[in-house]
């Protein structure tokens, strides 16, 4: 049986255009998630913000790039991953990669000499490829913890933070989660596991997205029909803060990525950093010219 294709009416190509109107004013953060392209949309006034649109977005955007209407490298589906081996044609092929790689790849440690270790946590893997190209910068590593976090992963943790902790430094967690009742119960869940039943304590816990003023702030989507009261956590939740559901992903990829590195910036020695950078990049020119040297008598 084939499925119907979609046809391009008036009202879809509105709505592509719409689409292609976001992809363009991002166009340096892409690739995209389809969530954080819908939670644009909602804030423009496009789209309203209802499961039902968030499904026939998905229906749109799948056959603007089968019609070759959207490129397939601005939308990623980080839900999904493709593990596969890496093999060589020849041995002729291996050493000509090995040649280009020659002294290539150095990468030095930037964070050297910092008193404060740093990992930045985030409630969800769709957005982590936005998180790396900032946490790359500053060797922070970024952990995607998809909900109430397992004890195993909670526990690896608390092994990386003693290790740091035993070379001096100070631990801090940077935080970035949805806003409803079980994105905002979860770093403090995490924090009751880690400090009593792990019994390690000391670390800061910063939660930097999404706050009650981020939604007031950038005027982010919200609609109280949103909140699942069925949550165990939603009585309390709405008690303290409203009738709010907004995810992380409704905050443009701009002011998150200047959150990101914002709260990287106020926990890092910035002056020792930056002279880092400076050894990093005389080390690398160094080793361009070694690179050339041996070449040359090759």
């Not at 003023?213 to 409203?242: C, Q």
Request: proline share 2%; net charge negative; aromatic share 12%.
């Amino acid at each position: 049986m084939s499925r119907k294709r979609i046809s391009w009416t008036p009202h879809r190509s509105e709505q592509l255009a719409q689409i292609r109107e976001v992809l363009e004013e991002w166009r340096d953060y892409l690739p995209m998630t389809l969530r954080q392209v819908y939670y644009q949309l909602v804030g423009k006034g496009y789209l309203e913000n209802k499961r039902s649109t968030y499904s026939d977005l998905s229906g749109v955007i799948k056959w603007a790039r089968l019609d070759g209407l959207i490129g397939w490298n601005v939308i990623e589906d980080r839900t999904r991953s493709l593990n596969q081996r890496h093999y060589h044609d020849s041995k002729e092929a291996f050493v000509e990669g090995e040649k280009r790689l020659f002294l290539k790849g150095y990468s030095r440690n930037l964070l050297t000499d910092q008193k404060n270790y740093i990992e930045v946590w985030i409630e969800k893997d769709a957005l982590s490829s936005l998180f790396e190209r900032v946490c790359n910068k500053y060797m922070i590593p970024v952990v995607v913890c998809r909900g109430f976090s397992s004890v195993s992963y909670i526990r690896d943790f608390v092994v990386r933070a003693n290790k740091r902790r035993e070379s001096d430094q100070d631990i801090t967690m940077l935080y970035f989660g949805d806003f409803d009742p079980s994105g905002m119960e979860m770093l403090e869940s995490m924090k009751i596991t880690i400090e009593e039943e792990f019994e390690f304590s000391g670390v800061n816990y910063r939660r930097i997205a999404l706050l009650l003023d981020d939604i007031h702030k950038y005027n982010l989507p919200h609609s109280p029909k949103a909140l699942k009261e069925s949550d165990s956590r939603a009585e309390k939740f709405i008690r303290e803060y409203g009738r709010y559901a907004v995810e992380l992903d409704a905050l443009s990829p701009d002011v998150l990525s200047s959150k990101v590195r914002d709260a990287i910036e106020e926990e890092l020695d910035m002056t020792t950093f930056e002279k880092q950078v400076e050894i990093f990049q005389e080390e690398l020119d160094d080793l361009k010219a070694l690179r050339e040297r041996v070449f040359s008598n090759i």
